[in-house]
């Protein structure tokens, strides 16, 4: 046998091993993917951070700092003045989310969703902080946050809010901090206003 046919054999021989690994590690993927973290599961402080990656649906999702912060971060991109909606959090995931009730701080990044979908987050007492960065978010979304009274800081960047929003964020008087980024539209008098409103606040609007 010729040397050159030899090579060739052993190329496709190794090719075809590879892709059976990938597809088998992929097989993995898919069973682990298709289960939710226990919505029932108690925590511990002596529990490590847990991520769980959900590859169709464009989702990663940890539980750190003894299970009390949370971050969902999705795998789409800033498109100005939208951006790629492959990162989805349906109310479903929500729902699991409000079971746990010893969240202090959330994260959402780089993810879409249904502004009403926020109203689940009520259930939480402890939450304090609020991070959303490069979301969905909207006017509506803001009004349902602002009736969390547990939360002291929120950081709201590239969302789609507008200056109707500075209502709401008017009632929330136990904020110590409130930062938001590259919104939609926001006059020039807004940091005034939520100054006036807000005097214990730390406010921040670029």
Request: glycine fraction near 6%; hydrophobic fraction near 40%; include cysteine.
């Amino acid at each position: 046998m010729k040397p050159n046919i030899i090579i060739a054999a052993v190329l496709i021989l190794f090719i075809t091993c590879a892709m059976q690994a990938d597809f088998a590690a992929q097989q993995g993927k898919i069973t682990q993917e298709t289960v939710l973290p226990d919505p029932q599961q108690k925590p511990t402080a002596l529990k490590k951070d847990l991520v769980f990656e959900y590859p169709s649906a464009g989702l990663t999702i940890g539980l750190h700092e003894n299970h009390t912060a949370l971050r969902i971060l999705g795998d789409g991109i800033m498109i100005a003045p939208a951006f790629d909606q492959t990162s989805r959090i349906n109310r479903a995931l929500f729902e699991w989310v409000s079971t746990q009730k010893q969240l202090k701080k959330i994260t959402l990044e780089m993810v879409v969703f249904d502004d009403d979908d926020l109203s689940l987050l009520q259930k939480l007492p402890e939450l304090e902080r609020f991070t959303l960065n490069g979301t969905s978010l909207g006017d509506q979304g803001v009004g349902h946050i602002s009736k969390m009274k547990s939360i002291t800081g929120i950081a709201i960047n590239y969302g789609m809010i507008t200056d109707d929003s500075i209502p709401y964020l008017l009632q929330m008087q136990e904020l110590t901090y409130l930062t938001i980024n590259r919104s939609r539209f926001f006059p020039l008098n807004a940091v005034t206003t939520l100054q006036q409103g807000l005097p214990e606040t730390q406010v921040q609007i670029y």
